[in-house]
C-alpha cells in the first residue's frame, strides 16, 4: 500500500478528538522549530530515595555472577538486542546505527521533520531505538553498585556522555518518540540511584542530570501519546514522568505536576487492562511490557507520598495473575504483535521466566534478582470463569487456559485489538496453542519485524498463519499496512457442550466454529464454517519439530523428546503435509527480529460434500524421561 493510503485510511481511523489532537501537535512543532525551551537554569538539588535500593550484601549470588559476566560482554562489544539478538557494538556506541543491517545513518536534523517509520539505507528505527533504550548502561551501573566496578561506573558516564553529545535535544532519530524518551528517563533515574549509591567517585552526574533530565522531561509530556498511538506507549511516557519527578520533584516545571500525572496514569492503567486483567493489545509480551511500566509507576507513586486508588491496586493484581496463568511454564510462544520488549533489566538473566516466577510469589532462586530490585510482588487476585469442562476463561479479554498433567491449551476467544486501529491485534480469534510436557508444539507464529520485513510481518498477522478454520482467501478484516486494520472484525462468543469448549466468530456472510474436547490421553478439535464455505486449518508446528506422516489421516510429531500423534478423520477433502517453505508458510517467528521453519499441516474441507465432522485429534505417544 502506497504511503499516501496508509494515511487516508490512518485518518479514517481517529476521532474528531485525535485529528484536533494532531492539529495541535503540528503547531507545537512549527513553533518549536523557531523556539526551543532553555534548561541552562536548571540545578537538581532535592533528591527523593527512588529507587530505594537494598543493601548491596543482600545480592543474590546469581545476580552476582550474571553481572561480572555481563560487563566483560557489555565492555566487549557484546550487546543484547530485545533479549535475545547479540549485537558487536563500537566503543562508544555508534547512537544511530543499525548493528543488524550494518547501516549508519546519523542526522542532526530537527526530529519533527524525520519520518522514522522510513529510514534510509533499509535500516531498521528499532535497531536505533534499542541501543538508546540504554539497557546496556543500567547493567554496567548495577555492577557498580553491587560489585563496586569502577570500569563498569566509568564506562556507563563515559557512554552517557557521548550519547548526549551525538544526540543533542531534539534532534536526530531517538528523539522521534515520546515512549523512546520515557524510557531513557526510567533508566537514568535507575543509574543515577545505582551510581549515586555504589561509593565509587563519580562527579560527572551533576552534569548529566543537566543535560538529560529536563530536556526529556519537557519532550516527553509535550509530544505524549494520545488517541488511537497511547497504546503502551501512554504508560511508558507517564512512567517516566512519575519516577522522573517523584526522585526529582522540581521538574514537575518543565512537565506536569504529579497531580495530573497520578490521574492520567491511573486512567490509562483502567483503560489498557481489561476488568480480568488482560491486556487490550492482545499481545502477550506487552502484558508484562505494560505491567512493568505500571508496577515501577505505582512503587514511585507510593515513595512520593501518593495513594493508589484500590481500582487500580485489583486491576495490576488481577494483570499479575493473567501473564502467569496464560504465559507457557517454558517454551514461550506468545500470541499478538509485540516486539520482545521489557522495561529495566532487573532479572539475573532470563526476563519472562523470572518475572513469572517472582510474580507468582516465589521464592526460589529464579526470581531472586527480582525480589532484591522489587521487592514483594502483588498479591493475586484472579477474575478467570473456571468453567465446567476444566478451562479457566478471561471473558473480557477472551483468553481461556487449560492446564492439566501433560497438556497446556490456550483458545485464544478474542477481540482484534485495542482502539481504532487494533494495532498489535492478529487475526487469531479460535487459534489453538498447544504444550504437551512443557513443550511447544502447535505455536502462534510470532510478529518477525515491525518495518524490516513488510510481506512476512503481514503473513504473520493473517488469517492464514493462524490454525483458526477461515475460508480460502478469506479478507476480512483487512489490513492496510503497519499497526493498521481497516475495522474489528465482531467478538468472538463462547458456550459449553458436551463437555466441549466452543468458540464462534461471526463474520460478514459466514460463521466460524471451533470445538474443544478432551477425550482419552488427549484431545479433539471439530471445525466448521457453514454449509457453503469451503474453508482451511493450518496446523503450524514449532521449529526442530520432526513431523511424519504414518499413513492418509495420521501424523507423529516429535520435539525435545515428546512424541504426539495427530489424526484426521476422513471428512477432509485434502491432507497435506508441508515440511518446506511454500512461500511464507511455514515460518515462524520465536521471537522480534527472528524468524525459523517449522512444519504445517494443511487440512481443506468441502462441506458440500460433506457437511459437518471436520476433526483433528492430538495424543501423547511417549516421552523421554
Same mark, same amino acid.
Given at each position: 500500500m502506497s504511503r499516501l493510503s496508509w494515511y487516508w485510511y490512518r485518518l479514517r481511523a481517529m476521532s474528531a478528538e485525535e485529528i484536533a489532537g494532531h492539529v495541535r501537535k503540528k503547531l507545537w512543532q512549527r513553533q518549536d522549530v523557531r523556539s526551543l525551551p532553555d534548561f541552562s537554569t536548571f540545578e537538581p538539588s532535592s533528591v527523593v530515595n527512588f529507587p530505594a535500593l537494598p543493601s548491596q550484601d543482600a545480592a543474590p549470588e546469581q545476580l552476582k555472577v550474571a553481572l561480572a559476566a555481563d560487563v566483560d560482554r557489555i565492555l566487549g562489544g557484546k550487546w543484547i538486542a530485545f533479549g535475545h539478538m547479540p549485537l558487536q557494538v563500537d566503543d562508544p556506541p555508534r547512537w544511530h546505527k543499525d548493528y543488524f543491517a550494518g547501516m549508519d545513518v546519523p542526522s542532526s536534523a530537527l526530529a519533527f521533520g524525520l519520518n522514522h517509520r522510513e529510514l534510509p539505507k533499509g535500516a531498521d528505527i528499532k535497531l536505533i531505538w534499542e541501543l538508546s533504550r540504554w539497557y546496556e548502561l543500567v547493567r554496567l551501573a548495577e555492577a557498580a553498585y553491587i560489585l563496586k566496578d569502577q570500569r563498569a561506573a566509568q564506562t556507563c558516564i563515559r557512554w552517557l556522555q557521548d550519547w548526549v553529545k551525538h544526540n543533542p535535544s531534539y534532534r536526530g532519530w531517538n528523539w522521534t518518540s515520546a515512549l523512546e524518551s520515557g524510557m531513557r528517563?526510567?533508566?537514568?533515574?535507575? =543509574?543515577?540511584?545505582?551510581?549515586?549509591?555504589?561509593?565509587?567517585?563519580?562527579?560527572?552526574?551533576?552534569?548529566?542530570?543537566?543535560?538529560?533530565?529536563?530536556?526529556?522531561?519537557?519532550?516527553?509530556?509535550?509530544?505524549?501519546?494520545?488517541?488511537?498511538?497511547?497504546?503502551?506507549?501512554?504508560?511508558?511516557?507517564?512512567?517516566?514522568?512519575?519516577?522522573?519527578?517523584?526522585?526529582?520533584?522540581?521538574?514537575?516545571?518543565?512537565?506536569?505536576?504529579?497531580?495530573?500525572?497520578?490521574?492520567?496514569?491511573?486512567?490509562?492503567?483502567?483503560?489498557?487492562?481489561?476488568?480480568d486483567g488482560g491486556n487490550r493489545e492482545q499481545a502477550l509480551n506487552y502484558q508484562l511490557f505494560s505491567f512493568e511500566f505500571c508496577w515501577q509507576a505505582r512503587l514511585a507513586l507510593h515513595a512520593a507520598g501518593k495513594t493508589v486508588s484500590p481500582e487500580v491496586e485489583e486491576r495490576l493484581q488481577r494483570a499479575a495473575e493473567f501473564f502467569v496463568t496464560v504465559q507457557a511454564e517454558r517454551d514461550f510462544w506468545d500470541y499478538g504483535d509485540s516486539d520482545s520488549a521489557y522495561v529495566t533489566p532487573l532479572s539475573a538473566r532470563d526476563a519472562v521466566p523470572e518475572w513469572r516466577d517472582w510474580l507468582r510469589g516465589s521464592r526460589s532462586s529464579e526470581s531472586a534478582a527480582l525480589q532484591f530490585w522489587l521487592g514483594e510482588p502483588p498479591k493475586f487476585k484472579s477474575s478467570a470463569q473456571c468453567i465446567s469442562c476444566d478451562w479457566r476463561l478471561y471473558?473480557?479479554?477472551?483468553?481461556?487456559?487449560?492446564?492439566?498433567?501433560?497438556?497446556?491449551?490456550?483458545?485464544?476467544?478474542?477481540?482484534?485489538?485495542?482502539?481504532?486501529?487494533?494495532?498489535?491485534?492478529?487475526?487469531?480469534?479460535?487459534?489453538?496453542?498447544?504444550?504437551?510436557?512443557?513443550?511447544?508444539?502447535? =505455536?502462534?507464529?510470532?510478529?518477525?519485524?515491525?518495518?524490516?520485513?513488510?510481506?512476512?510481518?503481514a503473513h504473520l498477522a493473517s488469517w492464514d498463519a493462524h490454525n483458526a478454520p477461515h475460508p480460502l482467501k478469506l479478507d476480512f478484516p483487512k489490513r492496510f499496512g503497519p499497526f493498521l486494520w481497516s475495522q474489528h472484525h465482531p467478538t468472538p462468543t463462547w458456550k459449553e457442550s458436551n463437555d466441549s469448549l466452543v468458540g464462534e466468530l461471526q463474520l460478514p456472510s459466514l460463521r466460524l466454529q471451533r470445538k474443544v474436547k478432551q477425550v482419552n490421553q488427549g484431545w479433539l478439535v471439530e471445525d466448521d464454517c457453514g454449509p457453503d464455505q469451503n474453508f482451511v486449518v493450518n496446523w503450524q508446528f514449532?521449529?526442530?519439530?520432526?513431523?511424519?506422516?504414518?499413513?492418509?489421516?495420521?501424523?507423529?510429531?516429535?520435539?525435545?523428546? =515428546?512424541?504426539?500423534? =495427530?489424526?484426521?478423520?476422513?471428512?477432509?477433502?485434502?491432507?497435506?503435509?508441508?515440511?518446506?517453505?511454500?512461500?511464507?508458510?511455514?515460518?515462524?517467528s520465536p521471537a522480534f527480529?527472528?524468524?525459523?521453519?517449522?512444519?504445517?499441516?494443511k487440512l481443506t474441507a468441502c462441506p458440500q460434500r460433506v457437511p459437518t465432522g471436520f476433526q483433528t485429534s492430538f495424543r501423547l505417544i511417549s516421552f523421554n524421561g
Open positions: 528517563l526510567i533508566q537514568f533515574i535507575w =543509574i543515577d540511584a545505582l551510581l549515586s549509591g555504589s561509593g565509587l567517585h563519580v562527579p560527572e552526574l551533576t552534569q548529566l542530570r543537566r543535560d538529560i533530565l529536563p530536556s526529556h522531561i519537557w519532550f516527553t509530556w509535550r509530544y505524549k501519546s494520545f488517541g488511537s498511538s497511547a497504546n503502551n506507549h501512554l504508560l511508558g511516557e507517564l512512567a517516566g514522568l512519575i519516577l522522573a519527578q517523584t526522585r526529582w520533584p522540581e521538574l514537575a516545571e518543565y512537565g506536569a505536576e504529579m497531580v495530573e500525572l497520578h490521574r492520567q496514569f491511573e486512567k490509562e492503567v483502567l483503560n489498557q487492562f481489561a476488568s471473558p473480557d479479554s477472551g483468553i481461556a487456559v487449560h492446564r492439566e498433567l501433560d497438556w497446556m491449551l490456550r483458545f485464544d476467544l478474542s477481540p482484534l485489538g485495542y482502539l481504532a486501529t487494533a494495532a498489535h491485534g492478529h487475526l487469531d480469534a479460535l487459534h489453538l496453542s498447544i504444550w504437551l510436557k512443557d513443550v511447544a508444539f502447535i =505455536i502462534d507464529p510470532g510478529t518477525g519485524a515491525y518495518y524490516a520485513d513488510n510481506k512476512l510481518r514449532a521449529p526442530e519439530t520432526i513431523l511424519k506422516q504414518l499413513d492418509a489421516l495420521t501424523f507423529q510429531a516429535e520435539r525435545k523428546g =515428546i512424541k504426539m500423534e =495427530i489424526r484426521v478423520n476422513d471428512s477432509w477433502q485434502k491432507v497435506e503435509l508441508i515440511n518446506r517453505l511454500d512461500g511464507h508458510v511455514g515460518k515462524v527480529r527472528k524468524t525459523a521453519v517449522g512444519p504445517v499441516i
